[in-house]
């Protein structure tokens, strides 16, 4: 049961460039999330879904997109990076949504010079 | 707005000391808070979560609505409870989890 996979591990994008953040759960979640874990700040929400077909904006959604077009993935779309968008990032996804046990993925670190 | 508040970035503690992480949110509702933690080069995961009332590694948390808080609990701290801790507050019906901004914790030998 490989849970939560996100891909790459690790990426370096140029200022303007854009990129796609994957992520797929094998736990049949209805409830995905992408957050972003910069140093001192802690999790901040970008967008999650409650379904195929929905999705919403979190508190941080400026600079993204994302779509939820099966249970299982929840890509997160990066149109024009910036060096503020340099972070980590992690993809969850839970049962019931966020009264439940959230699983996470290893992350994504990403570097925008 | 729901909000949670860990006043301690860093936290160093002795060996066989006890430990505290602190926790306070803000919610207006019946909310419901975790500990999360996620050891070096490891995905972050649940630690326990209040309505379970379940001692994991030995930490436990306690649920006080009077003071909106949920501190994390350990009575003799292990090395191998270095890590960064994040309470986070959760309820049915909202789909947002929200997070506090996490405490590293560093267990002194």
């Known amino acids: 049961n490989a849970g939560v996979t996100q891909t790459p591990k690790f990426r370096i994008l140029k200022i303007g460039q854009s990129m796609t953040l994957q992520c797929a759960q094998d736990m049949n979640h209805n409830y995905m999330y992408w957050y972003r874990q910069d140093p001192g700040m802690g999790l901040k929400l970008i967008y999650y879904s409650v379904g195929a077909g929905i999705t919403d904006k979190g508190e941080v959604p400026n600079g993204y997109n994302v779509s939820r077009s099966t249970t299982e993935d929840f890509p997160l779309r990066l149109e024009l990076a910036a060096p503020s968008q340099t972070s980590v990032y992690f993809c969850a996804s839970s049962e019931r949504g966020a009264n439940t046990e959230a699983f996470f993925g290893q992350g994504t670190r990403l570097t925008v010079v | 707005a729901q909000r949670v508040t860990q006043p301690e970035k860093l936290l160093s503690v002795f060996k066989g000391a006890p430990v505290e992480l602190k926790c306070n949110y803000s919610?207006?509702?019946?909310?419901?808070l975790f500990w999360y933690v996620q050891y070096s080069r490891q995905r972050l995961q649940l630690l326990l979560r209040?309505?379970s009332r379940e001692s994991i590694k030995g930490f436990t948390a306690d649920l006080n609505k009077g003071e909106t808080s949920f501190h994390l609990k350990k009575p003799f701290a292990q090395e191998e409870d270095s890590a960064m801790y994040y309470c986070a507050l959760g309820n049915f019906g909202n789909e947002k989890l929200t997070f506090g901004t996490g405490t590293r914790l560093t267990i002194i030998p």
């Open positions: 919610y207006s509702g019946s909310p419901e």
């Open positions: 209040h309505i």
